[in-house]
């Protein structure tokens, strides 16, 4: 069975940094592309980020573009996102995601929130 579970969230002012890491397990992590999504309160779900298998490609929102960075480790069945220069508006639960056999496999979710 996927599992994943998201660590590294909490309270941040503006302008600060934090470093989430979503660690998988049940599955082959190393064959495996990797998100990073986002909900707001009262909002929809969004992607933030997405790495391939391998780590050599990346994808960011419009968003986070220069202030985010997805990565991975693959010996440790991690993914991690450093979140740099925060705004209130990156306020949300973010969640890890993946996709093996056809079926979608989400974490828990971990708060962060950024005070002006």
């Known amino acids: 069975q996927v599992q994943l579970v998201e660590s590294g969230g909490g309270l941040v002012q503006a302008g600060g940094s934090l470093r989430l890491s979503c660690t998988a397990s049940g599955m082959s992590f190393r064959f495996y592309a990797m998100d990073w999504y986002r909900q707001a309160p009262g909002k929809q779900r969004d992607l933030v980020a997405r790495i391939n298998s391998g780590g050599g490609a990346t994808n960011y929102a419009d968003s986070v573009t220069g202030r985010f960075t997805i990565s991975r480790d693959n010996a440790k069945n991690t993914v991690y996102l450093q979140m740099n220069n925060l705004r209130p508006e990156d306020t949300a639960v973010y969640f890890c995601?993946?996709?093996?056999?056809?079926?979608?496999?989400w974490g828990q979710g971990t708060q962060v929130t950024v005070s002006s």
């Open positions: 995601q993946t996709t093996v056999g056809g079926r979608d496999y």
